[in-house]
């Protein structure tokens, strides 16, 4: 103050008066800074949350600071870390920068001291920043001391004067915007914006920043000091924004997708939603290029196939020359051959045409018994692009593609087919899955289109030709049956013409559906419909005052007809006999008819494996019989009938495989639990859940099961018995993963309700009680695995976090994690972590992996992801965007997979495709695989795709 002391007033009273004074000229220019700040942001479209303005920052060290643990330089770095709990992106640094007592958010960890690098997100709600800095220039990878724990002291908020006070929060405020700055820059970044694409920023960040230096000055009346680091690397950071390539993370050039990964020296970090996912390097791992580089050598070959798709397709079995049963499921279509022997119940052996890239819809045999036509559905790629559908013709015996047709001509899916017969199968008839049922007729061996006409708006469900005249086509579906006659305009693409005769019932009553038909060797047409009838459609001349609407020479009317079955039917087939086979639905029997329609002879399919789908005749009286539950049955009408193939019949995601032997365990939402012979390639049992599985996991003993369904509950059962031992219910929302640890001690079960509950287990794995409760994660639980001394639990949720639990020590969260680096682990099933992290693709939302598995002998890493893709990685997979060896077959997102116990085999799981596919896996680096009793068919040409 200029003037002088008046009456009554002090030294001290006179330094108060100078203290408000300065207060007041502190808060005017904060409200400067502020200002600043919020242009700058403005700028960078940012949306900081108000929770994020509450970070903090440790100033740099002074000279009483003590020194940085042995093998960590005195520097720091900011970085972002994802942990515990946290729900906001804060900024770390290191311990070797230290400050005062009173500008730390939280205790002073002493020398030698040390927390989890970034630090940890409290239950509470509050967070520790202390943590390790990172050593040496970014990119670099150095050994680093671990941390030693020692005890923290309080800090006493007593401890400081009432002067000192006002400077310890004035300085908290400067660190806490210059960690704004920080994080603004990194934000940028981690949205993928380019840094050089905003330059009006710049100048407001260096006026700020200008703005600081001086404030950070002892001579300033904010009198702040120990700011200069933190400042310095804002003005690095902004520096950056002008064009300077940030060495932390490189956001990739205009249009591309952003790199996900950064690296940092302790730790590597990754990208998913914008998140930051921090996983630290382990010890033994002195630099990144150490670890292997390439796919690994090991490769997949598909031994066998599980399920037929039954359900929800017609024209989808069929018997070649050779004895082959054809049929398809997924992208694959199966060539079984039937065998009681080494295979056991299964028999036979598989061979598989892996050349479409989606679902197959239907099929259609060549008259030469050797040719097969397969038509896809549509669907779309990895990045969008539709794929089309088309029909495949290919030689059985060969397995090679012949003729590829109509690319490009078909809308939505390819719904029916069928060869040509009387001139030797040279034309295909296609009906196509858009609103108008386009009917097309094609020349197999050019693969041209000859003619094509609109069917009708009605569903479609059956084509053919007439083996008597290949002029005549008919076609089925809803409440139709429809007569074309097709001239073909000599041979010239396109120059054919379809005219169409629409079949009248007259006084018979008309069907709501007409599923299917079959020729007479006399030239009529039988008809099987909704309502049970089979129909004579007979021929006649066409009137001549009428000529068919079309120049048809004859045409059709009904002349008989005989109830056959309660329900619809779903099938017919001509014997070779000149006998006529029919299959109902409701009423699940096997008929077969003589002249005139005479019943001669029936059968009745067992309930479980659903209604008769389809009718194929095998050798001698032998038939093969597809059902609605996807089972192949194999018998006849006077010894019954046996499966030889079964499949699920819904959405799958369970899967687990034997400790010892080659067996496996599926689940899913049509509520079975499957128990599969990988040897004998069949059903070992099956039971009824009521409720929809999704996850399993064997004791190491062998002799129980757990499973965890979608309401909560869990159940363990007795492999050999079936026998339910126990039936525990955790909350009241889906269970996604249950494991028991490598001992059988415990048994983990993950919940969504954000939950891993925790239970003691007997030696037979027969009882459990609880142990206790895992809480901390914010979403719900995906993935888990176990130490292999069985004491701690690594953890995946929905959020993308990485946790780690002492479950010896009572659940407890371990809040450093950077401890848990050098932790072996008996399985490693969590798509996030270090070993794994370079199985993720370039700029993944984070649902793109499903499921992954480690091999037992920890050489390779198999990957379920979202595109119907299995991925075969090298382990440790800790490179970004590795490359992989891929294969297909599967038609939906790929749920699970797991290795067996000899790492033999790899089984993987389809979604909704309700397909399981025994990948035999070939190459170096493992031990022999166990020789199955059927030989693998497969020709390696067909493996990677």
Known sequence: MDGAAGPGEGPAQEALQSLSQRLRVQEEEMELVKAALAEALRMLRLQ????????????APTRDSPAAPPGLPPTCSPSLVSRGTQTETEMEMGPSCPGPPGLSNGPRAPQGASEEPGGTQLEGGGSSSSGT???GPPGVLKPAQPPQRAETPRRNSSSSSPSERPRQKLSRKAASSANLLLRSGSTERKKGTSTHEAPAVYPALCQTLDFLHLIQSPRHPWGVGGLMLPIVQVRKQAQRGRGGKDPLSSPGGPGSRRSNYNLEGISVKMFLRGRPITMYIPSGIRSLEELPIGPPPETLSLDWVYGYRGRDSRSNLFVLRSGEVVYFIACVVVLYRPGGGPGGPGGGGQRHYRGHSDCVRCLAVHPDGVRVASGQTAGVDKDGKPLQPVVHIWD???????????????????GALAFSVVDQGAFLCVVDDSNEHMLSVWDCSRGTKLAEI?????????VGFSPRDSSCIVTSGKSHVHFWNWSGGAGVPGNGTLTRKQGVFGKYKKPKFVPCFVFLPDGDILTGDSEGNILTWGRSLSDSKTPGRGGA????????QAHAHEGSIFALCLRRDGTVLSGGGRDRRLVQWGPGLVALQEAEIPEHFGAVRAIAEGPGSELLVGTTKNALLRGDLAQGFSPVIQGHTDELWGLCTHPSQNRFLTCGHDRQLCLWDGEGHALAWSIDLKETGLCADFHPSGAVVAV?????RWLVLDTETREIMSDITDGNEQLSVVRYSPDGMYLAIGSHDNMIYIYSVSSDGAKSSRFGRCVGHSSFITHLDWSKDGNFIMSNSGDYEILYWDVAAGCKLLRNRYESRDR?????????????YGVWPDGSDGTDINSLCRSHNERVVAVADDFCKVHLFQYPCARAKAPSRIYAGHGSHVTSVRFTHDDSHLVSLGGKDA???????LGAGLAPATPSRTPSLSPASSLDV
């Open 133 to 135: 800095g990172s050593p």
């Open 708 to 712: 965890g369904l979608n309401t909560g």
């Open 824 to 836: 072996e682990w008996a399985t490693y099933t969590c798509v996030l972590g270090f070993h794994v």
């Open 915 to 921: 397909s399981i596919f025994q990948w035999r896996v």
């Open 553 to 560: 020479k004859e045409t059709y009317g009904i002349v008989a």
């Open 396 to 414: 059985s015996e060969t397995l090679l593609k012949l003729q590829e047709i109509g690319l490009g001509a078909f809308e939505r899916g390819v």
């Open 454 to 462: 609109k069917s009708t708006n009605d569903s479609v469900l059956a």
């Open 48 to 59: 900081v949350p108000p929770a994020a303005l509450q970070g903090t920052v440790q100033p």
